[in-house]
């Protein structure tokens, strides 16, 4: 959560964690030292510092064009939202504005998807344009995913921003994930009592 003009932003991570469990973002904000740098950490970071080189190397098919220009590290916010990320890559053609997300993962989860989405909604409101569809590249397989930027996507972010806020302002913890085997090896385990 970063501090902007006397109002706070949550920032994409924020909302990541939020979708893995709410818990790990309430003690991401509320107990906000108590964090260790995870070697899976440390891995996500080193293998996203390589990709934008790479990316420059790849065609545009997988977004449907023959040509186009690539942004990297984009920032955006929306005090609208109370929302502020950085997106990895954005792909621009003659008709579509589409973010791009590294992940260090082998297949595209549900908060990845929000991730996405809420970029998306960044960009919609920084840019003035209409964005349907978003990509997460798999870098262990090299491969482009797309994700549909769907208008229940849309609806779940927001509603998970308005549950975030009120988390944080009352800094109550809420319940733990219903995914309980996330709980096995996770660095929150030794706070988390009732799982
Ligand atoms: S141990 Fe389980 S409930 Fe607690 S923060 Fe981690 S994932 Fe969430």
């Known amino acids: 959560m970063l501090d902007y003009e006397d109002e706070w932003l949550f ?5 990541k964690q939020y979708t893995y469990c709410p818990r790990v973002f309430y003690y991401q904000v509320c107990l906000p030292h108590i964090r260790p740098m995870t070697y899976k950490m440390q891995a996500g970071m080193e293998a996203h510092a390589d990709e934008p080189k790479r990316a420059l190397r ?3 098919e997988p977004y449907g064009a023959q040509e186009g220009k690539r942004h990297f590290d984009v920032a955006v916010q929306s ?3 109370g929302l502020t990320g950085l997106v990895d890559e954005v792909v621009e053609t003659a008709t579509e504005l589409m ?3 590294y992940k260090l993962a082998r297949k595209v989860g549900y908060h ?3 991730q996405l989405t809420a970029y998306a909604l960044l960009l919609e409101e920084a840019y003035g344009r209409t964005v349907q569809s978003g990509f997460i590249y798999l870098i262990p397989y090299q491969k482009t995913v797309e994700v549909a930027i769907t208008p229940k ?3 779940q972010v927001r509603r ?3 549950d975030m806020r009120k988390i944080a302002e009352t800094e109550r913890m809420p319940p733990p994930t219903d995914w309980r085997q996330r709980c096995a090896d996770c660095e929150f385990r030794r706070f988390c009592n009732d799982v």
């Open 11 to 15: 920032t994409i991570t924020d909302l």
């Open 58 to 60: 790849r065609s545009f």
């Open 79 to 81: 005090k609208t939202l």
């Open 99 to 101: 973010p791009v997300d």
């Open 112 to 114: 990845y998807k929000i």
């Open 153 to 155: 996507l849309r609806r």
């Open 160 to 162: 998970m921003l308005r």
